[in-house]
């Protein structure tokens, strides 16, 4: 305002005093005629200015429109038309940012907008989870701050890199996150953060697989290979040792193709992309499969009995319900001492049915319950070794029920033998008409 009061009096001031000086010495006629050719410049200048403003709006003009007439009519219609644009420009801005907030806010990644100063500016929510931020209260707070990992800070200040850094044990827990800074504009940075804790989990499963497989085939070749050697090199054996040993290369032989069978059996059950063939099968055709396939492992040294056989039928895939059962049944013989009891049974519990394994083996402690079904773990491996476990069965038995909306449910105490349950949904059960 005070602008403009000097820009439009300061003129008229200047050539009224001009004219009242020139009055005194020359006359009135003079003053006048002074003050009118003053304002007169002055009135050009104007519309000079009037026609510059009215020539550079009409470059930025939107549409032809309705002109008002004369140049001030045109300028304040240029004029109007030039904010209803930047109105609307505004709002296009407001929504486009609302919407880059919206696809932000639904992104799994972690998204934080910093400043120069590495303060915050926005983050989404999953960069809250990721790093215990909150934009509410930690909007204008360092980012270094809030995270001390002194790593995190020196590959902030460091200059731009394609190579992501990979923090573990993130807020204290076994979180691991993959974090990278990228330009975003010329006063702001964006850091994007990617979870990879199962990533991690991932990898070292794969890891400990190979190795496991690495190692359960190494035993069994070492021996064999042993005795090819010890055969060849060495003095010719009697007809006794000789047949002990091709029975114990028989025996490490049969172990690794019994390997080799579940691992590609377990291989199978995890990349299958479709549902197994399906069909009604009956519960009591697989108990005496079962019931057979026991007592032949068992030697006579076990008592088996089943119970509760009945004219249900299970909808699934029977030979890899068979599969899934018999593991669940040669385990109970391999772990339960000569002498002890092996019950087989089969009943309705709230809509379900559940198919059971009891045995009076040596039972399981309750803390490796949960990673019973791991991939080659074992409670104990030299036992596991003498009766011929791989490993692999209740992973099997787990990747089975999961094709058949089914679980699998351990129970067990240290000495006091086991149970182990294979849960069917009632929508996969097919009772007697």
Same mark, same amino acid.
């Given at each position: 305002?005070?602008? @403009? ?12 005093? @001009? ?132 790593? !995190? ?8 890199? *394609? ?31 990617? *979870? ?214 351990? !129970? ?7 149970? @182990?349950? @294979? ?11």
């Amino acid at each position: 305002m005070k602008q @403009f009061i000097k820009y439009t009096l300061g003129p008229l001031f200047l050539a009224l005093s @001009f004219s009242v000086l020139l009055s005194l010495v020359a006359g009135w006629v003079w003053g006048v005629v002074a003050f009118s050719l003053v304002m007169t410049g002055v009135a050009a200048r104007d519309s000079w200015q009037l026609l510059t403003l009215n020539r550079l709006l009409q470059r930025h003009q939107m549409s032809a429109g309705h002109q008002l007439g004369g140049t001030w009519g045109q300028v304040f219609g240029q004029l109007y038309r030039l904010e209803k644009h930047a109105e609307q420009t505004q709002q296009k801005l407001r929504e486009s940012l609302e919407r880059f907030q919206h696809a932000g806010a639904a992104l799994p990644s972690g998204v934080v907008v910093i400043d120069p100063a590495e303060r915050i500016r926005w983050c989404n929510p999953s960069a809250e989870r990721h790093l215990g931020i909150h934009l509410h209260e930690d909007r204008g707070q360092s980012l270094t701050y809030l995270i001390r990992h002194p790593e !995190f800070g020196a590959y902030l200040k460091a200059p731009p890199s *394609d190579r992501p850094l990979i923090l573990r044990k993130v807020r204290g827990g076994d979180l691991s996150l993959s974090i990278q800074v990228v330009p975003y504009s010329p006063e702001e940075r964006m850091l994007v953060s990617h *979870d990879i804790t199962q990533v991690e989990r991932d990898e070292q499963v794969r890891q400990d697989f190979v190795a496991n497989v690495s190692h359960e085939l190494r035993t069994p070749l070492t021996v064999v290979g042993g005795f090819i050697e010890t055969m060849l090199e060495g003095e010719p054996l009697d007809a006794a040792t000789q047949h002990r040993v091709l029975i114990t290369m028989q025996t490490q032989t049969e172990r690794m193709r019994r390997l080799v069978e579940e691992l590609l059996t377990l291989s199978r059950l995890e990349s299958q992309q479709s549902a197994p063939d399906e069909a009604p099968v009956p519960v009591s055709a697989l108990m005496q499969q079962l019931v057979q396939m026991g007592r032949q492992l068992s030697h006579g040294q076990h008592e088996l009995e089943v119970t509760g056989v009945c004219e249900d039928s299970i909808i699934g895939s029977e030979s890899e319900l068979l599969s899934a059962f018999g593991n669940l049944v040669t385990n109970a013989v391999r772990y339960t001492p000569p002498g002890g009891r092996i019950m087989l049974s089969w009943k309705r519990e709230r809509n379900e049915g559940v198919f059971s394994v009891l045995d009076s083996g040596i039972g399981i402690h309750p803390e490796h319950i949960p990673r019973l079904t791991e991939r080659f773990y074992r409670v104990d491996r030299a036992r596991s070794r003498e009766t011929g476990g791989t490993g692999l069965g209740l992973a099997i038995v787990k990747q089975i029920a999961m094709h058949h909306d089914s679980r699998l449910e351990i !129970f067990s105490e240290s000495g006091k033998g086991s149970t @182990f349950s @294979f849960r069917v949904p009632a929508h996969r059960i097919v009772a007697p008409n």
